[in-house]
């Protein structure tokens, strides 16, 4: 029923501006993007590597012309849909996805695939018209569409592999918005009503709509999807995945979840667990992806920590992951196009000829790895102090640990394997112009926002007088990083450790030098079996349900076969004996 | 209300003449004259223009009778000037008039396709009959829909009937010879139980016009003989409209006539019985009898729902198209019986709704499966391999026309399926909202195989070849038009439902709030 | 009332369980035979039925045939109506009958038979033939050995499309 009343508040409220009249749709801020997407499905390379820059610019213009409140909505079938709803939250959302499509943009510029040209933008256009959504239907709308156009750039890597990971994951993604449609409609029949509005955790289709985000957002199990079809796409259909579907997914959790409990949990847990993946995982664009659900995880549980510190660390940390992990993604994705590989064991010593790539791929690895006076910096720790504050000790533990575990595999691993390590002999170019202009932009804003946080804070949902420069932060993550690098390279000289390393966390260094390899393993293959049995169960189940359907409805089945006209003669009289006999019985009770 | 904005909008369109107070009889009139005259002449090009243009003067007809009966109510026409309830007299109800509208533009618009090399039996000489045939079905399905008399439209039906059967066995497969003969079978035992019915009914009341008797039932509504009169007129509708068990006439009857025939029977023939029936659940009958004191709607609904699984689950297992989307159409008149036994508004202007949506999916669906087949030769689901390259404006009417089967939002078919779940969500039974979307995951599957074909199948070998060894390239403008036209009508009334709805909506409204209820 | 009852005292109602009776006959001759001929035969029997019904509903007894009795007042008639309905009806029929029968000699002259089993047969063969032409018959989606999961490892491909 609070819903309902905060509807009435947006429509009736003073302060709402109510946007009408025939041309309030041209308005709409994910219309530049989409209307770009389909001119330049026709238009000849050059318009549309220009759409792709200009497209985003033009986006970005128009959305400042919308304030806080702003509301247009639309009758559809007797339903009143909010087509567009402004406020920070979503704002600081939109202008996040201008900006990424914008780099991805110009990272795109030396292709000639139209396929992944228009189906980025396309996706960008979506992701912002998902964030706009005032209601569960125009989100589901767009939250398909959301799938539907990124699966191409999966695909447009033209691999039978990619075709498969593609496909695996529109399925997810379809199976994503299926649970959501379902949830409006639970929403419906509990609430009357499809705004989407802060939840509680309590009703049916709280908790549908929550899975249906879940999955997009990378829940603990819910996550391979990511990991499958991040690095099956092409080197820059990833540099787009990376920036908008998960992030459209903490925002619906920013919208509805605030400061519910359980997302804190499940979001340590989401810090938790890629870690011990993403150290023993070779691709490093996988490595990435792991470190992606462990962001997200920060992310999760900031939301999870509720109004105020809590979601502002969320939403400027998903704001700062944007950049840098497109930032190392495009490093990685130069590296790919370069050389054709991107397994951490058969690169090494790029820097020789990429030197300038390498510098920017480290630029994003500090910043990930939240060194001060870089972005990681200013919205992580906001997170994990509103965690201890609130008192979760064991979450700000966790969270600590996951910072330090970020930090050996993203930011040391990442730069170490691609570019230093030994030689593996690779001689490539430098990386394109317009890449190198796009990773070089990012790298900027990483240290820009790291170095003048407040810009940033100003656009965040809650007021904040939050400063991350106090000597505490700054000497409590200095120390953590230092050692951590000390350790990484003292194990390194001293040839302790395999080439293929396994963790120099600080706090667990003891246990994960000696045990935790095999731990891990033996973890993970226990975990494996219980998942793959599971899968095999339900495979059976599938067989047994299959084998009846075929019975029944294949073309030589009980049913699928045409009947004997006999038959059907004799199935009408049968059903009007029932029938006389039904009413029959039914007139005279 | 829409409905009058609607209204308004297409009296400007209207003929004012003193003439239009005869159009519903010239509606019947029309075809039913046109059908001889193309015997007589017995020119294929005479018969092909005449039938074409008749088809078109009826859309048009009917639009004018659609616009006057939302502006003025019901439209009365006694026929011969015999008052009712003495004479038959023609009743253009809101329903009335938007089945017509379907009826006639289906029609108008597989006769504007150009069938070359015809799969038709016929020899090129005689192919006048056909459309002879032809525009008797058109007249008996759209006098279905026009009379207020039982008997009337029991000789309707049959006109329709005997013509569709004769339409069927034209196909060029000799299976059609036996799929036309157990659509005999099972129409004449139809069309039998129909005028038992309206015998029986006729005994009690003493008279056959539908309003007339909807007074003087009431009266004898608990006695016997009305009862089994109910159980026959429904049972006997139930076969015309294939629900389930009595679907089995369908699937082959569609899948082996020639393939204008199969659009237009698939668009028309079931959705003039839907709108019978409801005519006689709701204003004969009154939902009242028939679904509190009976309670039919414990029979109806749980065959609905087994219809909507049999169909979509059987055609997944298809091997050839037509087959594939006459058991997808059982399954969507499953939606349809569903929307009437749910017995409130919602639920009938879904039916009534989906009675244009689905009629002009499967009808454009239908008409593309004859492209393919004029274009390869073959009409399995095998024969779309790669199809996405050489016939992409065809590959993407398929496509569009799927996704509105499976009911995609922005399609025509996500229109009337929102507003069946909203009709189950209204009788408050959330399960029949689950099942309907569970339901439409099979639809999904059925049309993804297809899809699968088009854009990601390779032919192989003379696959690649089309019917006379041939490339096979993109289908001719002629065929391909009213194709695209019914494809794009899906998607523009699945984007701008207001017209479509709202004449539906008051159909339904009007129907629930008829006489006896 | 009794079936007896119904039977007996009420004599009128005889003529209704004949009509069912004639009825029932058609239906199993349509449900029971497989000769098509037959089929059409027990066809016929069950529309008869119901032409029967109507002129049965329009007689009334005592009454004589609606014709005008110059001069004569307090004359008894049956019911014309019914009775004009029927001709339309057995029209129909007629043209049921005679479209069937059309029919079963184009199936003859196409199979060689009128035994529905047979047909069905023949049927059956020619739609498997005709499936035998696919060479990849359709298996649903979700075949167990098709599961894959994560292990798909992207490898050392060759760049992207961009390339």
């Given amino acids: ?589 | 209300m829409a409905a009058e904005s609607v209204g308004q909008g297409l009296q400007q369109v209207a003929l004012s003449t003193a003439f239009d107070v005869h159009f519903p009889a010239l509606e019947v009139v029309l075809p039913l004259v046109a059908a001889p005259l193309c015997f007589l002449f017995r020119s294929r090009a005479f018969a092909r223009i005449l039938s074409a243009a008749v088809a078109w003067l009826t859309f048009g007809v009917a639009l004018v009778l659609l616009q006057k009966v939302l502006a003025e109510g019901t439209v009365r026409y006694p026929l011969g000037g015999w008052a009712a309830p003495y004479g038959i007299e023609y009743r253009v109800t809101v329903a009335g008039a938007w089945v017509i509208l379907v009826v006639s533009l289906v029609a108008a618009l597989t006769l504007l396709f150009d069938s070359r090399g015809s799969a038709s039996r016929l020899a090129p000489e005689r192919r006048y009959l056909y459309y002879s045939a032809f525009l008797l079905c058109l007249a008996g399905l759209l006098g279905m829909a026009i009379t207020g008399d039982l008997f009337n439209i029991f000789v309707f039906l049959e006109i329709s009937s005997l013509s569709s059967y004769a339409l069927i066995a034209l196909g060029r497969d000799r299976r059609a010879l036996m799929a036309s003969y157990s659509y005999l079978i099972m129409g004449t035992i139809g069309g039998g139980f129909f005028m038992i019915g309206v015998g029986l009914l006729y005994q009690m009341t003493g008279t056959l016009n539908v309003e007339d008797m909807a007074q003087r039932l009431p009266a004898v509504l608990d006695t016997r003989t009305v009862l089994v009169g109910f159980a026959f007129l429904l049972v006997g509708l139930s076969i015309k409209l294939a629900v389930f068990p009595l679907h089995q006439w369908l699937p082959n009857a569609y899948t082996f006539a020639p393939p204008r025939v199969s659009a237009f029977l698939a668009g028309t023939a079931t959705k003039v019985s839907y709108y019978v029936m409801a005519e006689v659940v709701f204003v004969l009958f009154g939902a009242h009898f028939v679904f509190t004191e009976i309670g039919l709607g414990a029979v109806l609904m749980p065959l609905s729902v087994a219809a909507m699984f049999v169909g979509s689950l059987a055609a997944i297992y298809q091997a050839d198209l037509r087959r594939l989307l006459a058991y997808s159409s059982i399954g969507q008149l499953g939606y349809m019986t569903l929307g009437l036994s749910l017995a409130n508004v919602e639920g009938l202007t879904s039916g009534l709704v989906h009675v244009f949506n689905h009629g002009v999916t499967k009808s454009g669906l239908f008409l593309v499966v004859a492209c393919v087949g004029y274009r390869t030769g073959r009409t399995t689901v095998r024969s779309m391999a790669g199809l996405g390259t050489r016939m992409p404006a065809t590959s993407l009417a398929f496509v569009i026309g799927g996704m509105s089967l499976i009911g995609v939002p922005g399609t025509a078919g996500f229109v009337s399926k929102w507003e069946l779940i909203r009709g189950a969500l209204a009788a408050e039974r959330l399960w029949l909202a689950a099942v309907v979307l569970v339901s439409s995951l099979l639809a999904v599957v059925y049309v993804w195989r297809v899809v699968e074909m088009i854009y990601f199948g390779r032919p192989e070998g003379l696959e690649s070849l089309g019917r006379d060894g041939e490339p096979v390239r993109e289908a001719p403008f002629s065929m391909l038009l009213p194709t695209l036209i019914l494809v794009a009508a899906t998607v523009v009334f699945g984007l701008w439902s207001d017209p479509t709805l709202s004449v539906a909506r008051s159909a339904a409204v009007e129907l629930l709030g008829g006489a006896g209820g | 009332m009794s079936l007896l009852e119904a039977l007996l005292v009420q004599r009128g109602l005889w003529v209704y369980w004949a009509i069912i009776t004639l009825m029932m006959i058609g239906l199993y001759g349509v449900i029971a035979r497989d000769h098509l001929v037959k089929k059409v035969m027990g066809l016929n029997v069950f529309q008869s039925s119901a032409i029967l019904l109507y002129v049965a509903i329009g007689k009334v007894r005592g009454g004589t045939a609606a014709i005008l009795l110059e001069g004569e007042e307090n004359v008894l008639y049956s019911n014309p109506l019914p009775h004009v309905l029927m001709l339309t009806a057995i029209v129909v029929g007629i043209a049921t009958t005679a479209l069937a029968l059309a029919l079963t000699v184009r199936i003859q002259e196409a199979y060689g038979t009128l035994e529905e089993d047979e047909l069905a047969r023949l049927r059956v063969r020619e739609d498997e033939e005709e499936a035998a032409l696919d060479p990849h018959p359709f298996d649903p989606p979700g075949e167990p050995e098709d599961v894959e999961y994560p292990e798909v490892k992207v490898g050392g491909g060759a760049g992207g499309a961009g390339v």
Avoid at chain 1, 317 to 340: E, P, Q, W, Y
Avoid at chain 1, 446 to 457: K, W
Avoid at chain 1, 558 to 576: M, S
Wanted: net charge neutral; proline share 4%; charged share 10%.
């Fill in chain 1, 1 to 589: 029923m609070a819903a309902t009343e905060t509807h009435a508040q947006y429509v009736m409220g003073e302060t709402v501006r109510l946007l009408d009249g025939p041309l309030q749709a041209l308005l709409h801020p994910a219309l530049p993007l989409l209307v770009a997407g389909v001119v330049a499905a026709l238009a000849p390379p050059r318009l549309r590597k220009a759409l792709l820059v200009l497209a985003p610019l033009w986006g970005a213009w128009n959305l400042l012309g919308f304030t806080s409140g702003d509301l247009v909505s639309a009758e559809l079938a007797g339903f009143e849909l909010i087509l567009l709803r402004v406020d920070k939250l979503a704002f600081l959302f939109a202008l996040l996805f201008h900006l990424a499509a914008l780099l991805a943009g110009i990272y795109a510029l030396h292709s000639d695939d139209r396929m992944q040209q228009v189906a980025g933008l396309l996706y960008a256009g979506s992701a912002v018209g998902a964030v706009f959504a005032g209601d569960l239907l125009v989100l589901f709308f767009f939250w398909e569409l959301l799938a539907i156009t990124s699966v191409f750039l999966i695909w447009a890597r033209r691999e039978t592999a990619s075709t498969r990971s593609g496909l695996r994951y529109l399925l997810v993604h379809i199976a994503s918005g299926v649970l959501l449609l379902i949830g409006a409609a639970l929403h419906w029949i509990e609430f009357g009503t499809l705004v989407f509005e802060r939840m509680d955790l309590g009703s049916a289709a709280s908790w549908v709509l929550l899975l249906a985000i879940g999955i997009k957002c990378c829940f603990p199990l819910l996550h391979t999807w990511l990991v499958d079809a991040y690095p099956a796409a092409t080197e820059l259909g990833t540099v787009y995945l990376a920036s908008f579907t998960t992030k459209t997914a903490v925002y619906a959790l920013a919208r509805g979840y605030e400061g519910c409990e359980p997302l804190i949990w499940i979001g340590m847990a989401m810090a938790m667990f890629p870690i011990f993946y993403a150290v023993i995982e070779n691709d490093l664009r996988r490595v990435l992806g792991y470190s992606m659900i462990n962001q997200i995880g920060f992310m999760v549980c900031g939301v999870g920590l509720g109004a105020g510190l809590g979601v502002n660390g969320a939403v400027a940390h998903a704001f700062n992951d944007v950049i840098f992990k497109g930032l190392l993604f495009m490093s990685m994705g130069a590296v790919l196009l370069r050389t054709g590989r991107i397994n951490g064991s058969e690169l090494g010593g790029l820097y020789k000829t990429m030197p300038q790539t390498a510098g920017l791929c480290m630029v994003g690895a500090a910043s990930i790895s939240a060194f001060p006076l870089f972005s990681g910096f200013v919205s992580k720790s906001m997170v994990m102090t509103e965690a201890a504050h609130e008192g979760y000790v064991v979450v700000w533990l966790a969270l600590l640990f996951a910072s330090a575990g970020v930090f050996h595999h993203a930011g040391i691993k990442i730069p170490f394997f691609a570019f230093f390590a030994h030689d593996s002999g690779l001689r490539p170019k430098e990386a394109p112009l317009n890449m190198r202009v796009a990773m070089g932009i990012a790298a900027l804003l990483c240290i820009a926002i790291g170095c003048f946080p407040n810009a940033l804070y100003a656009l965040l949902p809650y007021a904040t007088d939050y400063h991350p420069y106090d000597t505490t932060h700054v000497v409590q993550q200095l120390q953590l990083l230092f050692f951590s690098a000390l350790a990484f390279v003292t194990l390194m000289l001293t040839g302790i450790y395999p080439p293929e390393l396994r963790s120099t966390n600080l706090d667990v260094d003891w246990f994960a030098r000696r045990a935790a390899p095999r731990t891990l393993r033996v973890l993970a293959a226990v975990g494996g079996a219980i998942w793959y049995g599971v899968l095999a169960g339900l495979a059976d189940v599938l067989k047994v349900v299959r084998s009846v359907v075929r019975w029944l409805h294949s073309p030589a089945g009980r049913l699928g076969e045409p009947w004997p006209t006999g038959t059907t003669v004799f199935w009408a009289a049968t059903l009007l004996g029932l029938l006389l006999l039904f009413s029959y019985l039914g007139s005279a009770l």
